[in-house]
């Protein structure tokens, strides 16, 4: 069947997998295409064993795979017959040069846009879906137009699924935001953007805006999101130490209308590979424009984030009598958030790097983020098991440390661990998703975030 265009995918990681399985799932018209340089990855995608955990994933792709989407290494390929190029290839943070630990590094795309322009002799549309810096699209204007032999036109279409959710958010997004240049040729390509999407999205949700606001909106988002994280992570040190109930601030400041109840639950930080880098290469970029009052407001939610998370540590200390030298600690999920076994920022590496310099031995225990946790935390020094079933990891523990809010850990039998476990037992859920009451019945000492603790030992005079 000759198919009505052709889609090309640079990049099959967490966000060109999913978002290309769910165009071909939608728009069998489309020979969709996803090249990646990693052949590991490719062959995984053409495997039953995906290479990324994700609910409703593999339907997804089992019912597009081999009829209209395809996985393949073959970049330069790819590029000679689509019509339009996503990119969403890896933008880490910069560890070297000028705006380390900053500014986003883009080699990898900089080498995508010259593969581009190289091997293309028909026009074409490039899609940002990568999180850039503001005027990245300029940048890859310029290399793409220097002595090319066709025209490109270039457009910003941030990505904003959450990992776990992805297909969901996909399938139903609250917007698609397509940034383009108001040029004739811009608008054009925009609107062959918009008719992608609206084979499925209804259209007032499919926004269109300048390059610029595009970009810049994606960076935002993820910043009011995290600020909302850190802001109640914040609050949550004050309730400990006011002896306030954080899950009943949030809920009453969130049932404003105008705040909103979603992204309010207290944690022992948050993670992943957005928000953190996101935010720095804002301020970054404040900084270059020297906003540096703009630039300190929003560090400052990446510094309580790193508060948060040194906290949850010291909490720990302090409440097992200030030494956890040889203590057996469980860690309960290593993921940066339940439904993924994506370890990318996750707050669990961190609290772990630590718990090993206070000597204490780990076992770690999580339903899909075990191999990754095992790469996080390769070269560490300290005493560290991994163990897949949460029975076994948690017995003959001091304390067990909740760090991913999985389901799974709220239906356990606690009253079995209980009892396997060195005594005094002690629960740190952070993530407040457990029964705190009903643990301390049983004879936990428990130490939820922003909440008083529930102990079995005598207030101190
Ligand atoms: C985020 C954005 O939500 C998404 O729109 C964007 O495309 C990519 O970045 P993601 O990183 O997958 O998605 O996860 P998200 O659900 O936003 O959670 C981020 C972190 O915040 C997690 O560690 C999560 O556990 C934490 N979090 C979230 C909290 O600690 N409390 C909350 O109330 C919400
Ligand atoms: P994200 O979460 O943004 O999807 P990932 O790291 O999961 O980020 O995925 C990015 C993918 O891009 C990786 O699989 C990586 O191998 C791939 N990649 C990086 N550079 C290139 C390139 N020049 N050509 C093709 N694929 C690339």
């Known amino acids: 069947m000759a198919f009505q265009k052709h889609i090309l995918c640079i990049g099959a990681g967490y966000v060109g997998g999913p978002t290309m399985a769910m165009i071909a799932l939608k728009c069998p018209q489309y020979k969709v295409t996803v090249v990646d340089i990693n052949p590991r990855r490719i062959a995984e995608w053409n495997s039953d064993l995906l290479p990324i955990y994700e609910p409703g994933?593999?339907?997804?792709?089992?019912?597009?795979?081999?009829?209209?989407?395809?996985?393949?290494?073959?970049?330069?390929?790819?590029?000679?017959?689509?019509?339009?190029?996503?990119?969403?290839?890896?933008?880490?943070?910069k560890t070297f040069g000028a705006g380390a630990g900053m500014a986003a590094d883009l080699q990898y795309w900089e080498k995508t846009a010259r593969q581009i322009r190289e091997n293309s002799d028909s026009p074409k549309i490039i899609v940002e879906k990568s999180t850039l810096p503001v005027k990245t699209a300029l940048a890859m204007e310029r290399i793409l137009t220097s002595d090319s032999k066709v025209p490109f036109e270039v457009l910003s279409n941030p990505e904003f699924l959450a990992e776990g959710t992805a297909i969901r958010d996909l399938e139903n997004p609250d917007r698609v935001l397509i940034g383009s240049r108001e040029t004739e040729s811009g608008l054009k390509a925009r609107a062959e953007l918009v008719a992608v999407y609206a084979n499925w999205v209804p259209k007032e949700k499919i926004i269109t805006t300048n390059t610029w606001s595009s970009e810049l909106s994606k960076l935002v988002s993820n910043a009011f999101l995290a600020q909302r994280v850190s802001s109640i992570n914040a609050i949550s040190a004050l309730c400990e130490r006011a002896?306030?109930?954080?899950?009943?601030?949030?809920?009453?400041?969130?049932?404003?209308?105008?705040?909103?109840?979603?992204?309010?639950?207290?944690?022992?930080?948050?993670?992943?590979?957005?928000?953190?880098?996101?935010?720095?290469?804002?301020?970054?970029?404040?900084?270059?424009?020297?906003?540096?009052?703009?630039?300190?407001?929003?560090?400052?939610?990446?510094?309580?984030?790193?508060?948060?998370?040194?906290?949850f540590v010291m909490n720990m200390l302090q409440a097992m009598f200030n030494t956890l030298a040889g203590k057996k600690i469980c860690l309960f999920g290593f993921a940066f958030k339940a439904d993924t076994g994506d370890t990318r920022e996750s707050p669990a590496i961190f609290i772990a790097k630590r718990l090993c310099e206070e000597r204490a031995h780990l076992m770690i225990t999580d339903p899909k983020a075990l191999d990754n946790a095992k790469t996080d935390l390769k070269g560490v020094v300290g005493d560290i098991e991994y163990v897949a079933d949460p029975y076994t990891a948690a017995?003959?523990?001091?304390?067990?440390?909740?760090?991913?809010?999985?389901?799974?850990?709220?239906?356990?039998?606690?009253q079995k661990i209980y009892h396997s476990m060195v005594k005094p037992a002690f629960i740190f859920d952070g993530r407040n998703i457990l029964n705190h009451q009903t643990l301390f019945d049983m004879g936990f000492n428990v130490f939820p975030i922003g909440k008083p603790p529930l102990t079995h030992f005598k207030r101190e005079s």
Do not use: H
């Open 395 to 414: 017995s003959g523990c001091d304390a067990i440390a909740v760090m991913t809010e999985w389901k799974l850990y709220k239906e356990l039998d606690y």
């Open 243 to 311: 002896e306030a109930n954080v899950s009943e601030v949030s809920r009453a400041v969130g049932m404003d209308s105008r705040v909103g109840s979603k992204f309010l639950n207290a944690s022992v930080g948050f993670g992943g590979s957005c928000f953190k880098k996101d935010i720095l290469n804002m301020v970054y970029l404040c900084r270059f424009y020297g906003l540096s009052e703009v630039a300190d407001y929003w560090e400052g939610v990446v510094k309580i984030n790193e508060y948060q998370k040194e906290r």
């Open 57 to 93: 994933l593999d339907d997804v792709v089992k019912t597009a795979r081999g009829r209209n989407l395809f996985f393949n290494t073959d970049v330069e390929k790819g590029i000679q017959e689509a019509d339009i190029i996503f990119v969403s290839v890896n933008t880490p943070t």
